[in-house]
């Protein structure tokens, strides 16, 4: 059986490391133990393998090799919010039908649809800010991602019902997103010893009620079935398995939740980077604006889909600091040998994104913000992967490249804007993810274009 190269503190300092401070402690493995190293993390389970190479990384993630699973079972960490019968925490067969029934949701035909809605909840939010004080950009960008996943969920972003649901997921996860909430995942043990108990019975005291207005939704929805509705909750609704049977409302409840907490504050943490690099970089900002004026009047959806500086922007900021840092866990089915070490089954593998992103020997200068690399050659999927690969890569890839470009293209195009922050923002873990480690501040100096920003949409497919 290999040994594997780890470090040599003891376990609790490694879950220390690794919930205050991942990042960095990534690097410093990395630096120190190579393509592959062991950190122990969870108590019931084998330490976990990191590897980041991009040959490594296809040999995990490649759908091609079966000597490897994703078990969402491993997931069960997540299990607290978005139940056992979430996409995320469901394995097999379950796991690759239930993503075959979300996929159309968020194909190149409905994005479409969704254009005018995310240009109407940017204008409509970023209206909103004040003139002469600066605003926190993060917040804003949650605001527009939670609406527009509302409506790609449930049709529906206005209401009382939508009002509230936005406003519990928000404070949901902005609780969720601590160091120290992440410790408890880690050693449930502690929540009593610390007296955290009553902060935890808190927290589940909004999602019963986040619950309690998704069941609502789900109710009335069955009372008056509409076919014709195009939204995710519609089309899970109608689907059936082989043997004819719907799915229960607890499986929908899970996966609408997955898809509400998967899908928005990720894409408001990337917005938020974006908007900090264009602002921080005045040559960025400028290439970006010359490249969106070339477009005239002619701002539809799928030009600017396709806009290669503002894709190269967009990948980088993905690149430099990835939301997720990791891919989900995978585990060794039947023995295979991974940057030189014999896995055996039942090892726990994960792709540092983080560190792919951060290779000296791909991306040069990797700490430097240089969205031209994008234009200089094309990484392949192993070398680049901010939304994973292989049977667990993540469902709303497409929707959120369309989504932050159109979220982007808006806001410069209309508004001109002042980075307000002097210092440097870096990243830091937000619960399970990552975020910038202090508010990312923006001040509206005056609107550059109302009229010609107006995004329209064609025939054509988007992706
Ligand atoms: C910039 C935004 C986003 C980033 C960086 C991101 C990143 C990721 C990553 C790294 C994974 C894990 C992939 C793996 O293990 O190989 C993932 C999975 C997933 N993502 Fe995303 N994501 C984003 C936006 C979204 C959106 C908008 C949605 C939904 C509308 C979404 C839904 C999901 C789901 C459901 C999974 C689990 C898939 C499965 O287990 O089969 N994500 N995402």
Redesign the pocket.
Known sequence: MSTFPKPPEPNFIQVLNWVFRPMPYMVECARKYGDLFALKLQSNLPPLLFVHSPEAMQQV?SNDQKELE?P?EI?SIFEYLLGKN???TISGKA?QR??QL?MP??HGERMRNYAELIENITTKNINKQPKSKSFNVRNVAQEI?LQV?ME??FGIYEGERAEKLEHLLFEILEQGSTPWRVIFLYFPKLKKMFGISEIWNRQMKKQEEADKLIYQEIEERRANFDPHRTDILNLLMSARDEDGQAMTDQELRDELI??LV???E??A???SWALYWIHKLPEVREKLLAELDSLGDNFDCNTIFKLPYLTAVCNET?RIY???M?????RVKSPISVAGYQLEPGTIVM?S?YLAHRREDIYPEPEKFKPERFLERQFSPYEF?????????????A???F??KLVLAKIVKTWSMKLVNTQEIKPQRRGL?TGPNAPINLLIENVRSPKSSHIITTEKTVV
């Open positions: 993630l994703a969402g997931n979430s996409v995320i796991h239930q993503r979300m949701s968020f991602t996943m790609a969920v997955t898809l998967a899908g928005h990720t894409t943490t990337a917005i993905l990835p939301v997720g990791l891919t989900f866990p995978r792709g994104i992967l901010p939304f994973g690969g292989g049977a667990r890569r993540c469902l709303g890839l929707f959120a490249q989504e932050m993810v």
